[in-house]
Every structure is written in structure tokens, then in C-alpha cells.
């Protein structure tokens, strides 16, 4: 059974910058990608960053590019979202979610984590 538990949400000012770590636990296949989404009140889970395993390959929403770095500690079994100039419109419910292979729809994600709100004041 594939666990994940996320942590470092806050509320923090705009401008700021947050890391979120995932740690998981159980059986996660080196295939495995990760990938980082959020939920915004009364929006659609969407897509933030994927990561391969091996961490050479990322991919980010455009909104985030520049400002968010997805990575990966194999050896921790733990990925992290580098989160930096946050903007009000950041502010989410973050999760974090294990595929098979690569994807940007939420709905190809097999095990998620539990989430951690991150709140960006103006």
C-alpha cells in the first residue's frame, strides 16, 4: 500500500517562498512519476509540476514556470516543491500523486496524498 503525506503548506505575503515535501511509503516503482497539483476553493484539481524518476525530466503548469522547481531524493523517497515569488492566485489545497507515467490530468494519478493548504496573502 502506497502512502503519501505532505507537509510545509502555510499562509505566508506575497513575494514569499514555501518548499512542500512529499514522503512516501510502501511500494513506489522506479517508473513512478510525481506530480505535485493544487485545488483552489470552488475550482477543478489542477495540474503544477511532474517529475521523472530519475529527475532529469520536469514539466510545469505555465503559471508556475520560473517560479516553482519540482524535485526528487530517491534515497529520502521524498519529492519537493520549491515554491517561490508566491501570488494570492497560488493559494490551494497542494497535493502531491504517484502515475505510472507522465501526465498532466489529475484523473491518470493512482495514489495521492492527503494535501497541505498554502495560503498567499496580498
Known amino acids: 500500500q502506497v502512502q503519501l503525506v505532505e507537509s510545509g503548506g502555510g499562509l505566508v505575503q506575497a513575494g514569499s517562498s514555501l518548499r512542500l515535501s512529499c514522503a512516501a511509503s510502501?511500494?513506489?516503482?522506479?517508473?513512478?512519476?510525481m506530480g505535485w497539483f493544487r485545488q483552489a476553493p470552488g475550482k477543478e484539481r489542477e495540474f503544477v509540476a511532474t517529475?521523472?524518476?530519475?529527475?532529469?525530466?520536469?514539466f510545469y503548469e505555465d503559471s508556475v514556470k520560473g517560479r516553482f522547481t519540482i524535485s526528487r531524493d530517491n534515497a529520502k523517497d521524498t519529492v519537493y516543491l520549491q515554491m517561490n515569488s508566491l501570488k494570492p492566485e497560488d493559494t490551494a489545497v497542494y497535493y502531491c500523486?504517484?502515475?505510472?507515467?507522465?501526465?498532466?490530468?489529475?484523473?491518470?494519478?493512482?495514489?495521492w496524498g492527503q494535501g497541505t493548504q498554502v495560503t498567499v496573502s496580498s
Open positions: 517529475i521523472n524518476w530519475s529527475g532529469r525530466s520536469t
Open positions: 510502501g511500494h513506489i516503482l522506479s517508473s513512478d512519476v
Open positions: 500523486a504517484a502515475a505510472r507515467s507522465g501526465s498532466t490530468n489529475w484523473r491518470n494519478y493512482d495514489y
